[in-house]
């Protein structure tokens, strides 16, 4: 079966870290590139951070830029996100998700609360 | 960066109605290879986004045929041609064209009246 399945998402204060992962299964993990994309509670889905086939290039939004850090390890189809320095404005479910000539998977997601 | 403008924000329809969202760009998004990637999701309550089309048009595998895409350059549509319970949820547009940033609409909320 194609999937993707998050974790390591939970409860942390102001300032701290958290690194999530993401296991990929069912397709070669390795030709794709991959995105994480977060929806904050009750609201639309905004993009995070992108990474491509061989972790070589790397993206982010503005929002997380220089906080947070893509990578994958092909050997594992896993990818992951460190994320530090977090803020209560990066409470969120986060999604890791495929990209196909756009995107088109998306795992079951992972809540990363953010509070004091 | 390229801002999609989905309207309307609420969409309250009728049980084997037919229903339209729109997905305005701010910028064409044909892409330099020629392919426009603008892709469509659903989200019902509590689940995952879900494909529904891929660059415009295409239907993704699974997908029932009474969801179909159309558009070109700036100006994007979805339709449901005869609105089910189980369509329930919000509906959003996303360009690949010019990313980084990949982008969303804001979503449409569908329900039923």
């Known amino acids: 079966e194609v999937q993707l399945v998050e974790s390591g998402g939970g409860l942390v204060q102001p300032g701290g870290s958290l690194r999530l992962s993401c296991a990929a299964s069912?397709?070669?993990?390795?030709?794709?590139?991959m995105h994480w994309v977060r929806q904050a509670p009750g609201k639309g889905l905004m993009w995070v951070s992108h990474?491509?086939?061989?972790?070589?290039?790397?993206n982010y939004a503005d929002s997380v830029r220089g906080r947070f850090t893509i990578s994958r390890d092909n050997a594992k189809d896993t990818l992951y996100l460190q994320m530090n320095s977090l803020r209560v404005e990066d409470t969120a479910m986060y999604y890791c998700?495929?990209?196909?000539?756009?995107?088109?998977?998306w795992g079951q997601g992972t809540l990363v609360t953010v509070s004091s | 960066d390229v801002v999609l403008t989905q309207s309307p924000l609420s969409l309250p329809v009728t049980l084997g109605q037919p229903a339209s969202i729109s997905c305005r760009s701010s910028?064409?998004?044909?892409?330099?290879?020629?392919?426009?990637?603008l892709n469509w999701f659903q989200q019902r309550p509590g689940q995952s986004p879900r494909l529904l089309i891929y660059?415009?048009?295409n239907r993704d595998s699974g997908v029932p045929d009474r969801f179909s895409g159309s558009g070109s350059g700036t100006d994007f549509t979805l339709r449901i041609s005869r609105v089910e319970a189980e369509d329930v949820g919000v509906y959003y547009c996303?360009?690949?064209?010019?990313?980084?940033?990949?982008?969303f609409g804001q979503g449409t909320k569908v329900e039923i009246k």
């Open positions: 998700v495929r990209d196909n000539g756009g995107i088109d998977l």
């Open positions: 069912g397709f070669t993990f390795s030709s794709y590139w």
């Open positions: 990474v491509n086939n061989d972790g070589g290039n790397t």
């Open positions: 910028q064409s998004l044909v892409h330099r290879d020629g392919n426009t990637f």
């Open positions: 660059r415009v048009s």
């Open positions: 996303l360009q690949g064209t010019h990313g980084p940033p990949w982008t």
